[in-house]
């Protein structure tokens, strides 16, 4: 929630998710939790339409630094480094998987 997201995303002892990125974070809200119980894992949706893009121009100049600098050059070029699926991809990747679990449930 909006009171500890900071906190949340701040935590540093992960590669991914990206330290500070409140935007991935926020992503996710309401995922596999509400209050009313209309939202758990089983019935997971995926995240919500997370908008990738790089804040630097200089963003393909700097790929050497996408592993190197995790909390500067990879947050700030989250696309050109490919840190998360486009909207596109990452539903296309979520039916499949959700196809897949289906199948092994029968």
Do not use: H
């Not at 100049?61 to 995790?70: A, N, R, T, Y």
């Not at 480094?81 to 092994?104: G, H, N, P, Q, W």
């Amino acid at each position: 929630n909006k009171r500890n997201i900071e906190d949340v995303a701040g935590d540093s002892t992960s590669l991914w998710p990206t330290e500070g990125d409140l935007d991935w974070f926020w992503s996710q809200k309401g995922r596999v939790w509400r209050r009313d119980g209309s939202r758990s894992l089983k019935d997971d949706a995926g995240r919500e339409d997370l908008q990738i893009g790089d804040e630097r121009d200089d963003c393909e100049s700097l790929m050497d630094l996408c592993i190197k600098d995790p909390t500067g050059v990879r947050l700030q070029c989250s696309k050109t480094c490919e840190v998360y699926l486009t909207d596109e991809a990452y539903k296309s990747v979520l039916e499949e998987f959700k196809m897949i679990d289906a199948k092994s449930i029968r």
